[in-house]
Every structure is written in C-alpha cells, then in structure tokens.
C-alpha cells in the first residue's frame, strides 16, 4: 500500500497572484474578502515508507533555497474557527506532467520508492470582522478558483491517489 506524505510551503513571491485573485473574488463574489493566505501542498505518493535520509533528500528538493522557513511538514495556514480554507488540485485520476519530471528528478537522485508528486493550492479567505460568506458565496468562489476540466477542489487532505 501506497503512503501519501504532505509537505506545505508559502512564499513571500506570490503576492501578485495573490492579489489577481483577490480582485477576482471581490467583484464577482464579495467585497468582504480583504486578503487571502496562499500555500502549496506537496502529495508525495511512495510505494514504502522512506528513510530519515530519504526524507531529507526529498525536503531538499522540495524546499526553496531562497525561503527554506517557509517549508515545513505541517500546513502553515490551517484554519481556525470559521475561516475559510479551498484546495485546488489537479484530478487524482490524472498525473500531470509536472509529477512526471518531478519524479524523474527524484529517480535520478535515488529517490526510487517515490510514484508521483502533485502539487495543490491552499487557499485562505480573510473576511472583514462582521460578515461572512453564504453558501452561494462560497459556491461561487469554488467555481471561480478552479479549472473543472483539469482540477478539482479537494474536500479533504489526500490519503490516496487510487481512484474508485
């Protein structure tokens, strides 16, 4: 059986898209959504459990050399009380060419018991004290932050990539 390990990371290099989603969100959804808390989570699919040294290989890779504190193994924006968390990903029935080189990457630094690396965003919606979105509102904001052809949003964290 196949284990998924999750590894999360911020950047201080995404305000722009950040911001181009905000705007999005506020004129077709609410205005009262003042920020958002942007991070991706790494679904590393391992057909064993890796090794101390493994793991250290793989957080390398994983981890930007330009912000190595905004990596860890926990998610660094869960929610709390009635925030908001979305999470957009690519079909699980689907591997992306993305996972495919990333498991190149990891094969040829001797990563062998890696099977695919998917990547998703975390999104946080900040909004202003006093309101909160209806459950068209949320709706809408799912619509808006993904691809339906290609994505999904994922409910929950990802504990397989076998599909049913």
């Known amino acids: ?3 998924i390990l999750h590894r999360f990371r911020t950047s201080a290099l995404w305000r722009n898209e950040i911001v181009a989603i905000i705007n999005q969100l506020q004129q077709a959804v609410s205005q ?3 920020d958002i808390k942007l991070e991706r989570r790494f679904l590393v ?3 064993r459990e890796l090794t101390r ?3 250290e290989i793989l957080d390398n890779l994983l981890r930007e050399t330009f ?7 926990e998610s660094l924006i869960d929610k709390h009380g ?3 968390v979305y999470e957009v990903g690519p079909r699980i029935s689907i591997v992306t060419p993305a996972s495919t080189n990333a ?6 630094v001797g990563l062998t018991s890696i099977c695919r690396i998917e990547q998703t965003r975390r999104l ?7 309101h909160t979105l209806s459950e068209l509102q949320q709706e809408q904001v799912r619509v808006l932050l993904h691809d339906r052809m290609t994505e999904q949003i994922y409910s929950e964290a990802i504990t397989s990539f076998a599909t049913n």
Request: hydrophobic fraction near 35%.
């Open 103 to 108: 498991v190149a990457i990891c094969q040829a």
């Open 82 to 84: 009635s925030e908001i």
């Open 53 to 55: 040294n493994e793991l």
């Open 45 to 47: 699919d391992t057909n």
């Open 67 to 73: 912000e190595p504190e905004q990596y860890n193994e």
């Open 1 to 3: 059986m196949n284990n």
């Open 32 to 34: 009262y959504i003042i």
């Open 124 to 130: 946080k919606l900040v909004i202003q004290n006093g």
